[in-house]
């Protein structure tokens, strides 16, 4: 009997998709217990959609996607939703705020998981939130640390570095909640350290005074993500963030990336990191007041002995709980049919809906349009200045 055959799509190559489903099925494919590829959306065809058994569908949102589900699920094939992020509540300073917060898409959003088998997400909030709107249950795994694969153990825990690095690592998004909560005690820290410390910010660029930092480009490509910060050398990293429903709905990937590149992390005590850190254990949690960051950053500059011991401890349990054929194996065990359910039989000539990248373009197009009206054309402008300035 052959092997099922798992095919994803997304409408763009994002980290959410590469970190949450494509290298776990990679995983599962290296095991030999599945077949699996990755399309971008507009890339799908009819043969591709024919020859699959399951389908996931990565954070889908456009009318155009609701089509391909729909005739998925004619055909046959099982689905499942995968998100990452609280999508029918993405807040208003988000730069995708216009586009996911309009009626239409919204309407599309809960229509795709209507027509799905399954929900998949990486925090039991979203879970509970969302579990309502797919057909048959949802499950949550974690996501793996990619970036472990990446950083040689061995040049994790150098005794002691001068000056001491700290670092930031997070989208353009993030450029409030650094400028709100990290502004005041950075430039505490500064003010008494001095020389003694380097900042170094990769992604959001905050204004942060007259606080002097390094600043690291935006990279949309994620392995050229990955490449700089396998690269990096911080001592001591930030993961910022505010305490609201929205935010306690994302998952830890900092800790993620933080533990694998052997940083020392700070928190705000809030969902989701307090589902993972133990304070003063794996990486310090800490109120997101000017004095508890302060503190926090104090602690970990001048104990040594406590930031490589959380540089370990966090690396270590990357390695053991959050490698990619861990949480492979926990997908499948959760997942049984993963690896075992057949669609019925069919071939290309079944599949009654147009599909290819003109399609998507249209279908993208009139979403706009639908949603924003005359604001359209504003909107499409904003998001290719932001798009080129990201290059």
């Not at 409408?11 to 494919?29: C, N, R, T, W, Y």
């Not at 929205?246 to 993620?256: I, Q, R, T, V």
């Not at 071939?347 to 604001?375: A, D, P």
Request: glycine residues 6%; contains cysteine.
């Amino acid at each position: 009997m052959s092997l099922t055959r798992v095919v994803s799509f997304c409408l763009g190559d994002i980290p959410s998709a590469k970190v949450g489903i494509v290298e776990l099925m990679k995983e599962l494919q290296n095991q030999g217990l599945i077949l699996s590829d990755f399309y971008l959306t507009g890339q799908l065809t009819k043969e591709i959609i024919a020859e699959a058994d399951i389908i996931i569908s990565i954070r889908s949102a456009d009318s155009y996607e609701l089509e391909i589900v729909k005739e998925c699920k004619r055909l046959g094939k099982m689905l499942i939703y995968y998100t990452d992020d609280d999508l029918l509540n993405i807040p208003q300073y988000a730069e995708s705020t216009e586009y996911f917060n309009s009626g239409l898409i919204k309407k599309n959003i809960i229509s795709i998981m209507n027509e799905c088998d399954y929900l998949l997400t990486n925090n039991i909030l979203l879970k509970e939130k969302y579990e309502q709107y797919v057909q048959k249950g949802a499950f949550v795994i974690n996501a793996p640390a990619l970036l472990i694969d990446q950083v040689i153990p061995g040049t994790c825990h150098q005794v002691d570095t001068k000056p001491i690095k700290i670092g930031f690592s997070g989208g353009t998004d993030h450029k409030k909640n650094l400028e709100q909560l990290l502004s005041e005690p950075l430039k505490r820290i500064k003010d008494k350290y001095k020389d003694k410390v380097q900042l170094e910010i990769m992604g959001a660029k905050p204004d942060l005074g007259n606080l002097s930092y390094t600043h690291i480009s935006y990279m949309s490509n994620y392995d050229r993500y990955i490449e700089k910060m396998r690269s990096i050398q911080w001592d001591i990293a930030l993961a910022p963030l505010p305490s609201s429903d929205f935010h306690s709905c994302k998952y830890f990937n900092k800790y993620l990336e933080y533990g694998a590149i052997c940083a020392a992390g700070i928190y705000s005590d809030v969902q989701p990191y307090k589902q993972i850190v133990k304070s003063g254990i794996n990486g310090i949690l800490t109120e997101n007041t000017t004095e508890g960051w302060e503190t926090a950053l104090i602690s970990l500059i001048e104990n040594t002995v406590l930031r490589n011991e959380i540089q370990r401890k966090a690396r270590y349990e990357l390695e053991q709980e959050f490698n990619k054929s861990y949480i492979a194996n926990d997908l499948r065990k959760k997942m049984e049919f993963i690896t075992s359910y057949k669609a019925p039989s069919c071939n290309y000539r079944h599949v009654k809906i147009s599909v290819g990248k003109q399609e998507l373009i249209r279908s993208k197009l009139g979403n706009v349009f639908s949603s924003m009206g005359m604001k359209a054309p504003y909107y499409i402008l904003k998001k290719v200045i932001i798009k080129i300035k990201k290059k």
